[in-house]
């Protein structure tokens, strides 16, 4: 099967978030300039040089990862707030909650003779079957051109809409191909996986992961970003990291809002929990409904397309 739903870098967000709630995914090219993907690589150079290759099988014994990116890189900012991105997020997630987060940050270096990823969910994280609405955003951005020799991303189109014990056929996998600069959208129903490294070259990716406010995230950003930095950043990103409320009262700190509290605040009378705007969208969002629970059900798929 061929890769389709790709996008030029100017192309309206819309048509990129309908892309991705029909099929599961998009990918837009050159989404940022060859400047943005130098300063990035710049910022994280001495993180790569110290970074080990990994020691347990699903995520590769041939792949460097790591994470915490926002304190190790400025220039990745423009990647976390890219609108064609957030307009997706937007799109897939804001139905379901007042908020979303960032759900994860990392490099994902694969390097030659790696194998092929297992074929996952990111939603396997969370006791909720397939289908079901977006629990999270998924961002993989290219620091280096992606092929399918060189372990471009693979996924199953459409597969975001399958129930979960549906395992894809070899003809269903397609991997992603796309210049540096680029960027792999998709949701985290979407079966996906890293690709095999048959090429000569490492292949870099920059993956960026957003999820529902009300979930936890994957990785610790009050750890990862704590306060003394946070306050550095933007109101947005702030946000995007949790250091504001979710919801009504959701993710209080001593009664008050957390990003009251972070710059300062230590009076709840000053800090509001549930202001008229955010009760309007508590009441709108569109809630989940479970009928029953499965259990037994596959978050793995090992399908050989090599």
């Known amino acids: 099967m061929e ?32 400047d943005t993907v130098a300063a990035i690589k710049a910022d994280l150079a001495p993180y790569f040089e110290k970074a080990h290759d990994g020691h347990e099988e699903f995520y590769g014994k041939l792949t460097k990862r790591f994470g915490a990116l926002l304190a190790k890189s400025t220039a990745v900012q423009a990647l ?13 997630l804001l139905p379901h909650c007042v908020r979303y987060r960032l759900h994860y940050s990392g490099v994902m270096h694969i390097e030659p003779g790696e194998t092929r990823q297992v074929l996952h969910r990111d939603i396997g994280l969370y006791p909720i079957a397939n289908p079901c609405p977006p629990l999270t955003v998924a961002t993989m951005w290219a620091l280096s051109d992606f092929t399918r020799e060189n372990g471009g991303t693979r996924l199953i189109p459409g597969s975001h809409l399958w129930s979960s014990n549906r395992v894809p056929k070899p003809e269903e996998v397609v991997a992603t191909e796309m210049p540096a600069g680029s960027v792999l959208i998709y949701t985290g129903n979407t079966i996906h996986g890293g690709g095999a490294n048959r090429a000569e070259g490492s292949r870099s990716g920059v993956a960026l992961h957003y999820n529902l406010g009300w979930l936890r995230q994957e990785e610790n950003q009050y750890m990862a970003v704590p306060p003394e930095l946070a306050r550095q950043l933007s109101d ?16 209080v700190v001593d ?11 230590r009076d709840p009378a000053q800090s509001s929990l549930s202001s008229p705007e955010m009760e309007k969208q508590v009441q709108a969002l569109s809630r989940f409904h479970i009928s029953h629970s499965e259990d037994g059900l596959p978050n793995y798929y090992d399908v050989d397309t090599d």
């Open 80 to 92: 976390l707030v890219h609108p064609t991105v957030l307009a997706v997020a937007d799109d897939a």
């Open 236 to 251: 947005q990103i702030q946000e995007l990291i949790g250091y504001s409320l979710g919801s009504s009262s959701l993710g």
């Open 255 to 265: 009664h008050m809002d957390p990003k009251d509290y972070l710059h300062g605040v």
């Open 3 to 34: 890769l389709k739903n790709t996008f030029a870098g100017d192309a309206p967000s819309e048509a990129v978030a309908a892309a991705v709630a029909e099929d599961g995914y998009a990918v837009v090219r050159d989404a940022v300039d060859a």
